[in-house]
């Protein structure tokens, strides 16, 4: 069981490091967010809009993706005579605003300074946008599995191969007490 | 050349150390940091581990909706507060609350009776404050343990909340663990594995896919 564990904890280790390094780091920005400036490069766009010859959320899609340049994953809000199309990636979101009664499309396209970047990096999530983003959200979805397979082994290797426990047990003791206040204030005394 | 007479100092007051310690050594010294550290943020790799995959995948059960109750409290505040988001921190704090007034869900309707919602990681609360009845009017609405559990994640200070700056420097700590957990358990393993190729490939192969995938999704979306 313990060289199983062993090998776990370390190959899990070796493949996400990257991963976990990445998302500690930008965790790490957004936690001393005040402190970096977020000023982004931003362009306007006002055009007329020509509608595509059937109107649905994909030929939409397409067709602002063709002419704009916009990319990433995309999320639609249709109205009856507006639509509201957001892009996103790691580095520009774009937002476009379709009005369908005077037939014109307003684009919002914002270039991320590298603290954005990294932000968008932190939060890029879920199984939609393409390729790119499936491969994405599994590494996500693995380094989030590595938090509790790390801990969970990384706590049985302790058992197994330290003879003195007291200081891991006082550390032990002493985090779970913090989480469990921190639980216990914000349920039933905040 | 003070940084490097500095480092000179600290190496060889380091080596004087072990020289006069045989048990410990830097490998030792590396390991128990690297156990210590593991164990101390143990939870907060549990909570970071779940509300990563509830990010992605929404779980059900953790928005689970919970029972509202009802309470009033009297009250009378100085009627000559105008601004809106210093009534809303008046009324929290007199009822004895703590927690975020959301701005977006404030305001007044036509009676007169001022709107309030302040919410935190574990309740939310829809508060009514009449003047003319000198009352507000508390609807609480607890989130469940899920919520919470899932909330703690990168969890900053919140005002008049104490152990919320127990719980920011244990984010702060987590963090310091695990980049340098990464670094030393990839050093630990790279001195004591007698096989090391495949790890190497691994490694190698994992970071250059996940620099790529990143540099992809950058210049290309």
């Given at each position: 069981m313990y060289p199983f564990i062993r090998q776990l904890h370390l190959f899990s280790s070796l493949i996400l490091s990257v991963f976990v390094l990445m998302y500690f780091v930008t965790g790490l920005v957004m936690i001393f967010e005040e402190e970096f400036k977020r000023e982004n490069e931003e362009v306007n766009i006002r055009d007329a809009f020509i509608k595509p010859p059937i109107l649905n959320e994909e030929s939409l899609v397409d067709q602002l993706q063709q002419k704009y340049d916009l990319e990433g994953q995309y999320n639609i809000q249709m109205q009856e005579q507006q639509a509201i199309v957001n892009f996103g990636h790691p580095g520009t979101t774009a937002r476009a605003v379709i009005s369908f009664d005077v037939d014109s499309v307003f684009i919002i396209k914002r270039k991320g300074n590298f603290v954005n970047i990294l932000h968008q990096f932190h939060r890029l999530h879920g199984y939609h946008g393409g390729f790119n983003y499936y491969t994405w959200a599994l590494a996500y979805d693995l380094s989030a599995l590595s938090m509790i397979v790390f801990a969970l082994s990384g706590l049985y290797l302790w058992f197994k191969s330290e003879r003195e426990k007291i200081t891991g047990w006082v550390l032990f003791i002493a985090s779970t007490c913090l989480t469990a206040a921190t639980i216990i204030y914000f349920m039933f005394i905040a | 050349m003070k940084v490097l007479k500095i480092i000179g100092y600290c190496t060889e007051h380091t080596n004087a150390l072990f020289r006069n310690n045989p048990t410990m050594s830097v490998r030792r010294l590396l390991l128990k940091i690297h156990f210590y550290g593991g164990i101390l943020c143990f939870w907060y790799l549990l909570i970071l581990g779940f509300s990563s995959l509830h990010y992605n995948h929404h779980f059900d059960f953790v928005n689970q909706p919970q029972d509202p109750s009802t309470w009033w409290h009297p009250m009378r505040l100085?009627?000559?507060?105008?601004d809106d988001r210093q009534l809303t921190e008046a009324i929290r704090d007199s009822l004895g609350l703590v927690g975020w007034p959301l701005p977006w869900e404030t305001g007044r309707d036509s009676t007169g009776t001022f709107h309030v919602v302040v919410e935190h990681p574990g309740k939310r609360y829809v508060i009514d404050y009449s003047m003319a009845a000198a009352r507000a009017t508390v609807v609480e609405t607890p989130k469940g343990f899920w919520r919470v559990f899932n909330s703690l994640h990168g969890f900053g200070v919140m005002p008049k909340a104490p152990i919320t700056y127990a719980w920011s420097w244990y984010t702060k700590i987590t963090i310091a663990v695990v980049v340098f957990a990464v670094f030393s358990g990839t050093y630990l393993w790279f001195i004591g594995s007698q096989n090391k190729k495949s790890g190497i490939l691994t490694l190698l192969l994992c970071f250059s896919s996940a620099v790529a995938l990143m540099l992809q999704m950058y210049f290309n979306g």
């Amino acid at each position: 069981m313990y060289p199983f564990i062993r090998q776990l904890h370390l190959f899990s280790s070796l493949i996400l490091s990257v991963f976990v390094l990445m998302y500690f780091v930008t965790g790490l920005v957004m936690i001393f967010e005040e402190e970096f400036k977020r000023e982004n490069e931003e362009v306007n766009i006002r055009d007329a809009f020509i509608k595509p010859p059937i109107l649905n959320e994909e030929s939409l899609v397409d067709q602002l993706q063709q002419k704009y340049d916009l990319e990433g994953q995309y999320n639609i809000q249709m109205q009856e005579q507006q639509a509201i199309v957001n892009f996103g990636h790691p580095g520009t979101t774009a937002r476009a605003v379709i009005s369908f009664d005077v037939d014109s499309v307003f684009i919002i396209k914002r270039k991320g300074n590298f603290v954005n970047i990294l932000h968008q990096f932190h939060r890029l999530h879920g199984y939609h946008g393409g390729f790119n983003y499936y491969t994405w959200a599994l590494a996500y979805d693995l380094s989030a599995l590595s938090m509790i397979v790390f801990a969970l082994s990384g706590l049985y290797l302790w058992f197994k191969s330290e003879r003195e426990k007291i200081t891991g047990w006082v550390l032990f003791i002493a985090s779970t007490c913090l989480t469990a206040a921190t639980i216990i204030y914000f349920m039933f005394i905040a | 050349m003070k940084v490097l007479k500095i480092i000179g100092y600290c190496t060889e007051h380091t080596n004087a150390l072990f020289r006069n310690n045989p048990t410990m050594s830097v490998r030792r010294l590396l390991l128990k940091i690297h156990f210590y550290g593991g164990i101390l943020c143990f939870w907060y790799l549990l909570i970071l581990g779940f509300s990563s995959l509830h990010y992605n995948h929404h779980f059900d059960f953790v928005n689970q909706p919970q029972d509202p109750s009802t309470w009033w409290h009297p009250m009378r505040l100085a009627a000559d507060i105008a601004d809106d988001r210093q009534l809303t921190e008046a009324i929290r704090d007199s009822l004895g609350l703590v927690g975020w007034p959301l701005p977006w869900e404030t305001g007044r309707d036509s009676t007169g009776t001022f709107h309030v919602v302040v919410e935190h990681p574990g309740k939310r609360y829809v508060i009514d404050y009449s003047m003319a009845a000198a009352r507000a009017t508390v609807v609480e609405t607890p989130k469940g343990f899920w919520r919470v559990f899932n909330s703690l994640h990168g969890f900053g200070v919140m005002p008049k909340a104490p152990i919320t700056y127990a719980w920011s420097w244990y984010t702060k700590i987590t963090i310091a663990v695990v980049v340098f957990a990464v670094f030393s358990g990839t050093y630990l393993w790279f001195i004591g594995s007698q096989n090391k190729k495949s790890g190497i490939l691994t490694l190698l192969l994992c970071f250059s896919s996940a620099v790529a995938l990143m540099l992809q999704m950058y210049f290309n979306g």
